[in-house]
T-cell receptor, first 113, second 116 residues
Framework: KAGVTQTPRYLIKTRGQQVTLSCSPISGHRSVSWYQQTPGQGLQFLFEYFSETQRNKGNFPGRFSGRQFSNSRSEMNVSTLELGDSALYLC????????????FGPGTRLTVL | AQKVTQAQTEISVVEKEDVTLDCVYETRDTTYYLFWYKQPPSGELVFLIRRNSFDEQNEISGRYSWNFQKSTSSFNFTITASQVVDSAVYFCALSEAGSGYSTLTFGKGTMLLVSP
């Protein structure tokens, strides 16, 4: 069974630009969660989507948004990038009901210059 | 509010030593799950173990063992006879019934360096 895939793996953007990251969950998993990892703040929850609906949201500004498609693939978008948005963005997929264990992808490393 | 504390930022050991990684958590929920994840330099978080709040049985898996004590809100992780391949950052995490178990609250992580 294929794992969680994230594209792209690396991205370099400049301040003020916007970026879209993609996550394809494990087949059959309908929940996708996004996390931001930085050296200073550690791993922080961004949001979670289930059946194309955002179920939970972390404490991030509105510049961070996401969506989920009918095939469970998810995208997250960050608009008006700031230097502090440089981070590893991790996506996790969950087979809801199976102890809600989250399986993580390899992440997208975003660098904002 | 939920919180996970990993007081050890970095631990260095020599191969074959035993090492224990500490995790203390806070939650108002009576039903929750605790997890340990390993993050090697590649960046991907690798699931190691899940424990629910009603199961205080300790668990052993090969060289890994976990000690869950609700009385002290701790979920510690021990690696016996450490190996160089164990070098990684280890994260303890909590998910609560209140959030539908859909969010993980992570500790800051403990970097383990095992030298030959």
């Amino acid at each position: 069974k294929a794992g969680v895939t994230q594209t792209p793996r690396y991205l370099i953007k400049t301040r003020g630009q916007q970026v879209t990251l993609s996550c394809s969950p494990i087949s059959g998993h309908r929940s996708v969660s996004w996390y931001q990892q930085t050296p200073g703040q550690g791993l922080q929850f961004l949001f979670e989507y289930f059946s194309e609906t955002q179920r939970n949201k972390g404490n991030f500004p509105g510049r961070f948004s996401g969506r989920q498609f009918s095939n469970s693939r998810s995208e997250m978008n960050v608009s008006t990038l700031e230097l502090g948005d440089s981070a590893l963005y991790l996506c996790a997929s969950t087979l809801v009901g199976s102890y809600n264990e989250q399986f993580f992808g390899p992440g997208t490393r975003l660098t904002v210059l | 509010a939920q919180k996970v504390t990993q007081a050890q930022t970095e631990i260095s050991v020599v191969e074959k030593e035993d090492v224990t990684l500490d995790c203390v958590y806070e939650t108002r929920d009576t039903t929750y799950y605790l997890f340990w994840y390993k993050q090697p330099p590649s960046g991907e978080l690798v699931f190691l173990i899940r424990r629910n709040s009603f199961d205080e049985q300790n668990e052993i898996s090969g060289r890994y063992s976990w000690n869950f004590q609700k009385s002290t809100s701790s979920f510690n992780f021990t690696i016996t006879a450490s190996q160089v391949v164990d070098s990684a950052v280890y994260f303890c995490a909590l998910s609560e019934a209140g959030s539908g178990y859909s969010t993980l609250t992570f500790g800051k992580g403990t970097m383990l360096l095992v030298s030959p």
